[in-house]
């Protein structure tokens, strides 16, 4: 995985590589548990991009993302500090060694 910091508006996009079709859910909480945001997205069999959206007026501080599909479960910690967003942190588990989230260009203004 590579990270890089980038303007942040009001959604990013993260490259998302999936074993199946299906849904993906997305969970966005402050660090005191509460939920920020919650979106599902469909995601195809491959390559995906999922654009995380509704994110405008967040306040700085740092926030946990969570994505989870069928057998996918993979967290990384977000860090907003003048309107800039950071990668902090990163845990997941997958079935397979090739790896499940690809980050190549993983945080785009939308």
Known sequence: ????????????????????????????????????????RMVKEGSN?????????LAAGQYSVRIKDFNTDAEFVLKV???????NKFSGSHPTSDGFLLFRRPFLVS
């Open 1 to 40: 995985m590579s990270a890089y910091p980038s303007p942040f508006n009001a959604s990013f996009t993260i490259d998302y590589q999936s074993d199946n079709d299906g849904e993906v859910d997305i969970v966005l909480t402050d660090m005191a548990g509460r939920k920020v945001l919650s979106q599902t």
């Open 81 to 87: 500090e003048n309107n800039s967003l950071f990668v």
């Open 49 to 57: 991009q999922i654009t995380i959206t509704g994110l405008q007026g």
